[in-house]
């Protein structure tokens, strides 16, 4: 699963893999095995059954020394002290915090600044008449609305999201581990000293005062999702539309969030993960489930299996998809996401009516890695519009966007501005995290 057919072919893998019953032994990568759901039924009992655990402390290979510290899934897939990697009470009490800090988010003014970036964003190459439409939209967007909901500081956001990349892609995924926690430590030490109003400060100041260490390791996960999920998201749904005829009459009209779900259903963002371990040993329809093994649930794989199949208008309207996940560890994200995805498409399409696509889409790649569902590159084309610049007055009181790794302390509404130290402090969250990375590491 880590290997360019894959990438290439994912549901021809899947219709063979669907060949040993519910569940079939991969590789994630050479040398680490797990078992790969690929039927719907089982996947939904897995995701809400008492008998299956998310705790990695239970990955035998991993307990036995038997998976390289170097290993391109472990940050995946290592245990963290955070919602997605606990259980029972542990993972309520995390999962407390994450929900009721994403539920303090405006909803009116994530709409106003995803509009806002989106707009920046499609001015910057607006008079070209080209533009790849995952480096230069799906990819930034995402970015600098993270920044904006977390309260950070757009060269860390940059380097959060460059790391996370080389997680999901599992090329140099050791250096981008370390890059995403040497981030986070940055964030959570500008957050502790210059609280604002973000999910990250949200997060450290919550009623339950969790240390800053398990904050780091929740921001991981949403991470994850509001940057690397998010753009695939976006990247899979621009192409849909692209490409399916059913929407190339009338770009501007186009039902944005049938698209979307027919995504969820067809390219899932996030194709495969939800790692659970046996608590004991199981049998579900013929297959054995051992513990100690990783059971990956394939979302892409149980959304299109055969025995669950829908038609078009059904996948519109239903909603039954795993992409979400299912049961306990259901995204906490999942309206966010949603609304961030439909805002940039349908910016973009009414900015830009008869963008099309460039090339063939026989020519387009897909970048490797077992976990995720993403587009190399999406090249468009358009008519040319000239970005005409508002007048000065009109700019001292419009909000500015931030560029691309600027520093959200531009914008007016973030307060005075207060850089992070270039020098980073040797703090006791420092310490506790970079031990956590020499025990990633393997180091003694």
Same mark, same amino acid.
């Not at 964030?187 to 450290?204: E, R």
């Not at 899979?236 to 009338?250: M, S, V």
């Not at 399409?349 to 963008?355: A, E, I, T």
């Given at each position: !699963?880590?290997?360019?057919?894959?990438?290439?072919?994912?549901?021809?893998?899947?219709?063979?893999?669907?060949?040993?019953?519910?569940?079939?032994?991969?590789?994630?990568?050479?040398?680490?095995?797990?078992?790969?759901?690929?039927?719907?039924? *089982?996947?939904?009992?897995?995701?809400?059954?008492? @008998?299956?655990?998310?705790?990695?402390?239970?990955?035998?290979?991993?307990?036995?020394?038997?998976?390289? +510290?170097?290993?391109?899934?472990?940050? !995946? !897939?290592?245990?963290?002290?955070?919602?997605?990697?606990?259980?029972?009470?542990?993972?309520?009490?995390?999962?407390?915090?994450?929900? =009721?800090?994403? /539920?303090?988010?405006?909803?009116?003014?994530?709409?106003?600044?995803?509009?806002?970036?989106?707009?920046?964003?499609?001015?910057?190459?607006?008079?070209? /008449?080209?533009?790849?439409?995952?480096?230069?939209?799906?990819?930034?967007?995402?970015? !600098?609305?993270?920044?904006?909901?977390? &309260?950070?500081?757009?060269?860390?956001?940059?380097?959060?999201?460059?790391?996370?990349?080389?997680?999901? @892609?599992?090329?140099?995924?050791?250096?981008?581990?370390?890059?995403?926690?040497?981030?986070?430590? =940055?964030?959570?030490?500008?957050?502790?000293?210059?609280?604002?109003?973000?999910?990250?400060?949200?997060?450290?100041?919550?009623?339950?005062? $969790?240390?800053?260490?398990?904050?780091?390791?929740?921001?991981?996960?949403?991470? /994850?999702?509001?940057?690397?999920?998010?753009?695939?998201?976006? &990247?899979?749904?621009?192409?849909?539309?692209?490409?399916?005829?059913?929407?190339?009459?009338?770009?501007?009209?186009?039902?944005?969030?049938?698209?979307?779900?027919?995504?969820?259903?067809?390219?899932?963002? #996030?194709?495969?993960?939800?790692?659970?371990?046996?608590?004991?040993?199981?049998?579900?329809?013929?297959?054995?489930?051992?513990?100690?093994?990783?059971?990956?649930?394939?979302?892409?794989?149980?959304?299109?299996?055969?025995? =669950?199949?829908?038609?078009?208008?059904?996948?519109?309207? %239903?909603?039954?998809?795993?992409?979400?996940?299912?049961?306990?560890?259901?995204? $906490?994200?999942?309206?966010?996401?949603?609304?961030?995805?439909?805002?940039?498409?349908?910016?973009?399409?009414?900015?830009?009516? @008869?963008?099309?696509?460039?090339?063939?889409?026989?020519? #387009?790649?897909?970048?490797?890695?077992?976990?995720?569902?993403?587009?190399?590159?999406?090249?468009?084309?358009? *008519?040319?519009?000239?970005?005409?610049?508002?007048? +000065?007055? +009109?700019?001292?009181?419009?909000?500015?966007?931030?560029?691309?790794?600027? +520093?959200?302390?531009?914008?007016?509404? %973030?307060?005075?501005?207060? $850089?992070? $130290?270039?020098?980073?402090?040797?703090?006791?969250?420092?310490?506790?995290?970079?031990?956590?990375?020499?025990?990633?590491? /393997?180091?003694?």
């Amino acid at each position: !699963m880590f290997d360019e057919e894959f990438a290439r072919d994912p549901a021809g893998v899947y219709d063979r893999l669907r060949g040993y019953g519910v569940a079939a032994p991969v590789a994630l990568e050479p040398g680490v095995q797990a078992l790969l759901v690929t039927h719907y039924k *089982t996947a939904r009992y897995i995701l809400t059954s008492p @008998d299956f655990s998310k705790d990695p402390h239970r990955w035998r290979d991993l307990r036995e020394g038997r998976v390289p +510290a170097d290993s391109r899934v472990l940050p !995946m !897939m290592a245990p963290r002290p955070n919602c997605l990697f606990s259980d029972d009470t542990v993972h309520q009490a995390r999962r407390q915090v994450v929900d =009721e800090s994403l /539920g303090k988010i405006d909803d009116y003014e994530l709409r106003r600044y995803v509009e806002q970036v989106a707009d920046d964003l499609i001015d910057s190459f607006a008079r070209t /008449g080209r533009a790849d439409l995952i480096a230069q939209y799906a990819k930034r967007l995402p970015l !600098m609305v993270f920044n904006k909901m977390f &309260g950070c500081p757009g060269d860390v956001g940059d380097r959060l999201v460059e790391g996370m990349g080389k997680i999901f @892609d599992g090329v140099e995924a050791e250096s981008g581990n370390v890059q995403v926690t040497e981030g986070l430590i =940055e964030l959570i030490t500008h957050k502790q000293a210059v609280p604002g109003s973000d999910v990250t400060t949200w997060m450290l100041q919550h009623a339950s005062r $969790p240390d800053a260490e398990e904050v780091i390791h929740q921001l991981v996960t949403l991470l /994850g999702a509001g940057s690397e999920a998010e753009q695939n998201l976006i &990247g899979n749904a621009l192409l849909k539309i692209l490409t399916d005829p059913r929407f190339a009459d009338d770009r501007v009209n186009v039902p944005i969030g049938t698209a979307i779900e027919e995504v969820l259903w067809q390219e899932t963002p #996030l194709a495969n993960y939800a790692v659970h371990y046996a608590r004991r040993p199981v049998d579900i329809y013929g297959t054995h489930f051992p513990e100690g093994i990783p059971i990956v649930i394939s979302f892409a794989a149980c959304n299109t299996d055969p025995e =669950e199949i829908l038609d078009a208008d059904q996948r519109a309207t %239903s909603r039954s998809h795993l992409s979400w996940s299912a049961g306990p560890h259901r995204c $906490p994200a999942q309206p966010h996401a949603l609304s961030i995805g439909r805002i940039a498409i349908e910016r973009l399409f009414n900015r830009l009516p @008869d963008v099309q696509i460039a090339v063939d889409p026989a020519e #387009l790649t897909w970048r490797t890695g077992p976990f995720h569902r993403a587009l190399h590159t999406l090249p468009a084309q358009f *008519t040319p519009h000239v970005v005409t610049e508002p007048p +000065a007055a +009109a700019r001292a009181v419009s909000p500015a966007v931030p560029r691309p790794g600027a +520093a959200l302390a531009t914008l007016p509404d %973030s307060g005075p501005v207060h $850089p992070v $130290p270039a020098r980073r402090p040797r703090s006791p969250l420092r310490r506790l995290a970079q031990a956590w990375l020499r025990w990633w590491r /393997g180091d003694t």
